[in-house]
């Protein structure tokens, strides 16, 4: 007898055990308890808590609880917790994923919200909003806006006698003082590029196509055109340095960029404004991408927005998330978090406002040249859910050309011939 | 257990035991069971159903689709360069772990001063995460600023790209993989060489055999469990590479480094593909089966056990 007791007392405390990993959720009575689940470290996740801290002293009947969860896992994680029905109310998500998202039916579909003039919606940046429009669904509210610009090293161009990037670089120019920076006897290279063929070397490759004139897909995004001849131009061009010149490092790590910039090995990175603070033994300047000589001198550069995505875990969790993304979101939350962290402000008035970008650049210098670099982000990555595939065969191609496997046009006619499939469902 | 139960006759012992008796016993093994079940084999079953399904992680519906994920492996060329590469990898790093392993365990496998600080420094690659084992070798291979093409360089070689070049990526990352294996190994072979009677040895000494001669017709066949137990756990290891992959070189440059379980992780969270990677997560598993069968058949007719 006494071992059965043992045994269905065993078999209690089991369940209990179980069912205290699946619980939570807040009493009916009490405030308002909501998740947000974010990858802020560090600067970024101490003004992100006092901002948190904040908003809960003024809003007693709201608790906002938040989860540190690393961005590139985070999607993984959501989609568990939705599956085990636990979803966080808001979480922060890389804007690539946003047609993916856009299947998830617990999210909330911000649409009707920012149509409201109360959220000055029109106050975001284009890119920021497009990213976050899936069809007729509005899937997030941008959390973080970037772009990509030259870092350069100012004392190895001094050292090399070459004049610093400007304004009205063409890529040719770029070329050249790349090959002028290059010293294999000092294992020094003019450029870095992040080379394992993932989004991080796409995204590198596409705003080059873009200023060529070329794009990635087609107006109504049923078929692939990156391989038309400002795409061959623009792939040409990083063969080019790659390959004959010898003036472009490839990093298959995607983690050596700023490292070997910090330590004067490379003397130019086309990157965005969260690599400066690692660059503190160096004195570097900030300039605009370089142009196509006949492409009309106009910039362009490419943005990476995120986004806070809100789930539904019932109408008054669901309220409570809105209004508390809504007030994260704002021109004055948005300020304050842009001059705590020197992220790039996700407002439009706010990135105007010059005494917030001179603060920022003070803070930070090169800040300034990134914000106003935001006006030459024109186009996004279209958003189609085949994206992942699309980028897959885009970044294997630009790779086995740099690494002189492949020519330019046969590689990226190879890539399209995948991405069309990819787009028409096989 | 009775003191006199045979003890190679559990099952019998196990019906001979009373009702109550069984009762503990499920009690003592109750939360084992579930947990195994709960977190072990239920996500086996359900995996097994999402191989028949196209699933994409984020739309609750899952249609039925058969066998098409299975069709769809047969004709995926990446899938059979993943083959491929992981055929090479495992070829090369099993026997590469189990020879340096037994070297090391042979050259520990006396008393002098200090041995067990030997023995220590040969298992500590174990406690080394795979990730930071990555990032030491990246560095230490860098094609620029690493550590070996300045050995290299030192004696007159030319630099090489290594992890950077799509022809050499594999095999640095099979060399690194038996560096942080081989303390498993030495510790398997170490037990296994210590287990060597040495009245056996000294019989053989007296009878005028070598040093050699005795390593070969002694130590070897009865470090038979040792070799087997190796071959399965290493093939098993081999053939589920992963985190050295992802901690290095991602699967590339050029897929060169892409085995079957980077590749399945590939599919389910970058492509949203979560049907076709249960599909050749399942394939993966019917070839580990079908090779540790074989393993353990042809182990039946070598290994001299007991």
Known sequence: ?426 | MPEDAPARRPFVVLRGLGRGESVTGWALVSPAVVLIGVFGLLPVLMSLQLSFQKSDLLTPETPWVGLENYRKLADDPVFVEAIKHTIIYTALFVPGTMLVGLFVAAALNRSVRFISVYRTAAYITMAVSTISQGIIFLWLTDRDYGLVNAALNAVGAPSQPFLASPSQALYVIVAMTIWGWTGFSVIVYLAALQGVPAELHEAAAIDGASAATRFRTITVPLLGPANLFLVVWLTINALQLFDEVYATTRGGPLRATTVIVYYLWDRAFVQFDAGYAAAMAYALFVVILVITAVQFRLARKHVHTS
């Open chain 1, 1 to 426: 007898m006494i071992r059965r007791r043992l045994c269905i007392a065993l078999v209690a405390v089991l369940a209990l055990v179980l069912t205290a990993c699946g619980g939570g959720g807040s009493s009916p009575s009490g405030p308002t308890e909501i998740a947000v689940w974010h990858g802020y470290q560090d600067t970024e996740g101490e003004v992100f808590k006092g901002l948190i801290d904040q908003y809960n002293k003024d809003h007693p009947d709201v608790k906002v609880s938040e989860l540190y969860s690393s961005n590139d896992l985070v999607l993984q994680k959501v989609l568990t917790a939705v599956r085990g029905g636990s979803a966080p109310d808001v979480a922060y998500m890389f804007g690539s994923w946003s047609p993916n998202i856009a299947k998830i039916p617990q999210i909330v579909d911000m649409a009707s919200q920012v149509s409201n003039p109360d959220w000055k919606w029109d106050d975001f940046y284009p890119a920021e909003r497009e990213a976050a429009t899936v069809g007729d669904k509005i899937v997030g509210v941008p959390a973080l806006v970037d772009n990509l610009a030259i870092v350069y090293n100012k004392k190895l161009f001094a050292d090399a006698g070459i004049a610093p990037p400007s304004p009205t670089w063409t890529w040719d120019d770029f070329r050249a003082a790349a090959a002028k920076l290059t010293d294999p006897s000092k294992g020094q290279y003019g450029w870095l590029i992040p080379a394992d063929g993932s989004e991080d070397t796409v995204w590198h490759y596409v705003p080059m196509l873009w200023e060529a004139g070329g794009d990635i897909l087609s107006p109504d995004n049923q078929h692939a055109v990156f391989n038309s001849e400002a795409g061959v131009k623009a792939l040409t061009t990083l063969q080019q340095m790659a390959v004959n010149d010898k003036s472009l490092y490839l990093d298959t790590t995607n983690e050596n960029g700023p490292k070997l910039m910090n330590s004067g090995k490379v003397a130019m990175l086309v990157t965005g404004p969260w690599d400066l603070s690692q660059l503190s033994d160096i004195e570097y300047g900030v300039q605009v991408m370089p142009t196509f000589a006949g492409s009309g001198g106009t910039h362009q550069t490419i943005s990476g927005p995120d986004n806070w995505v809100v789930f539904n875990n019932g109408d008054k969790k669901k309220q409570a998330a809105i209004d508390f993304v809504k007030w994260l979101t704002a021109p004055e939350q948005v300020k304050a978090f842009s001059l705590g962290t020197g992220d790039l402000p996700t407002r439009i008035s706010v990135g105007q406002d010059q005494t917030v970008v001179d603060k920022m650049d003070e803070n930070l210098p090169g800040s300034k040249v990134f914000v106003e670099n935001l006006s030459n982000v024109k186009k996004v990555r279209p958003t189609v859910e085949q994206y992942p595939a699309i980028s897959e065969a885009l970044g294997q191609a630009i790779v086995s050309v740099m690494l002189g496997k492949d020519q330019p046009a046969d590689a990226l006619n190879a890539a399209a011939k995948a991405a069309d499939e990819a787009l028409a469902g096989k």
